[in-house]
């Protein structure tokens, strides 16, 4: 691995603490503090993503030992650090946060003079940890590593997992903060990003009133990220704010698309390129149900549930626009662009879910479909990746008995007639196409993932990790690679009984 490319530009551009102090603090008037990892003594390899290391330029062997991947003995060109941020958490203002948990390690490029930033995550405290030890455990940074590979191959914008191993060292954790606090093994991943800045970075400037260095960061974020804004053009921040409310919704909308939960949208976890970021309680839907929540601490209120995700969205973007408005400061413009978010995300949604079900182009009518079926499946509790699955394939003869299988629950009469005419509403709408059923067939093949990372499959997979088993880790990792194809038809089955309501399957926490 070639880590002489790795360099630290962020800390030239911006006012900072470069004294190392570990110390947990408030940093007014600076926005990062360079920090160490914590060293561990035996850390251990799991994983090493040897693609995404050559497709980023560090090459694709792992050096003889794992001390880059755990933090330890770094070379001198690396100056790791930690970025200062604040958010709002479940609709409240919680002023400073910053990366308590992650440890920037710097940006390389490769030959498509392509530049990635490569963070730490679980490698020890830093100023912005808030009396917690930044620390992370195997539970957590195996769905990490898992989840955000999956979501690439998916198709969905999202961080990256470079690396994962385990630290040899436990970590005390309460899973679901009810008192029951345990050890669990310590791991540390490198994740991978164009850029980690989030919604939270410009709320902090905003809200200490550090204008200069708020005007500063937008223009190197511009300027890096979205480079078909002119940085002369008097309206660049309006353009920006534009562009940062369209790649959020179209986000959310391809989360729709598979059936995501992201379970903890605050707004420091809110990517300003729109890519799905910090994984914690997330989960895929399994019956749909737009009231599912994986995230425990988001009950009863269910803020994150899986059909607020796109108002939750962009009540996120409201609180973004409040921290720019001292760069734009034309009120009018602003709300313009925060009310059509809600025309431009539903009609991505409503394109998204026509391409679902195999329609060449969205009709008037389809609307009353949709409504119609979102009912249906939701009252029905079908699963969501499974019931598009056998629709691909349904014929002209397929009743509610092809379908068996994606049912978490027997139907009634009147519930097998209810969904054995919504098929023939389906196959007349089909009718209405321009393009031939195999056609539709291969649109609904793009748009339908065969197998998604479920949380009872990532469950068992931490379960034999913990005993050093590795046989369903490395297939998941296989299975994920190609998520729109049948590669292991066992994985292609609705969440079985025994995980209803089991913790860390069916119930997650923020610890998760």
Known sequence: MNLSKISSPFLSKFPGDISGNPQQRQTPGIIYCTIKPEEFKNPTLIAFNE????????????????????GKNLPENINTYATAYAGHQFGNWAGQLGDGRAIYIGEIENNLNQKTELQYKGAGATPY??????????????REYLMSE??????????????????????????????????EDGAVIIRTAESFLRFGHFELLSAQKETETLKNLADFTIENYFPDIDLNNENKYAKWFQQISEKTADLIVDW?????????????????????????????VDEYDLNFTPNTTDLPGRRYSFGNQGKVAQWNLWQLANAL???????????????????????????????????????????????????????????YTLFFTKLET?????????????????????????????????RERLNLNKISREES??????????FILRNYLLFECIEELKNDKTELFEKLQLALKQPYDELYPEFSVKRPAKYEGVVGSSSLSCSS
């Open 129 to 142: 940890s808030r009396t917690a030890d930044g620390r992370a455990v195997l539970r957590s940074s195996v």
């Open 325 to 383: 408005f001292p760069l734009i400061n034309d009120q009018k413009i602003m709300e313009e662009i925060l009310n059509d978010f809600g025309l431009y995300f539903w009609k991505k949604h409503d394109e998204i879910l026509a391409k679902k079900f195999g329609f060449d182009e969205l009709l008037d009518q389809d609307l009353e479909f949709f409504s119609q079926w979102q009912s249906m499946i939701q009252d029905l509790k079908i699963d």
């Open 394 to 426: 349904v014929s002209k003869d397929s009743d509610y008995f092809y379908f068996k299988d994606s049912f978490y629950e027997d139907l009634k009469e009147e519930s097998k007639t209810s969904f054995n005419n919504f098929l023939n509403t389906y």
């Open 441 to 450: 067939k291969i649109l609904m093949s793009k748009n339908n993932p065969k």
């Open 51 to 70: 693609k995404l290391s050559a497709e980023i330029g560090l090459g694709e062997n792992p050096e003889k030992t794992v001390d880059f991947f755990a």
């Open 256 to 284: 729709f698309r598979v059936g995501f939960v992201h379970g903890v949208m605050n707004t420091d976890n809110m990517s300003i390129l729109g890519l799905t970021i910090d994984y914690g309680p997330f989960s895929f």
């Open 150 to 183: 999956a979501m690439h191959f998916l198709g969905i914008k999202t961080t990256r997992a470079l690396s994962l191993v385990k630290t040899g060292e436990d970590v005390l954790r309460d899973e679901q903060y009810n008192g029951n606090a345990r050890y």
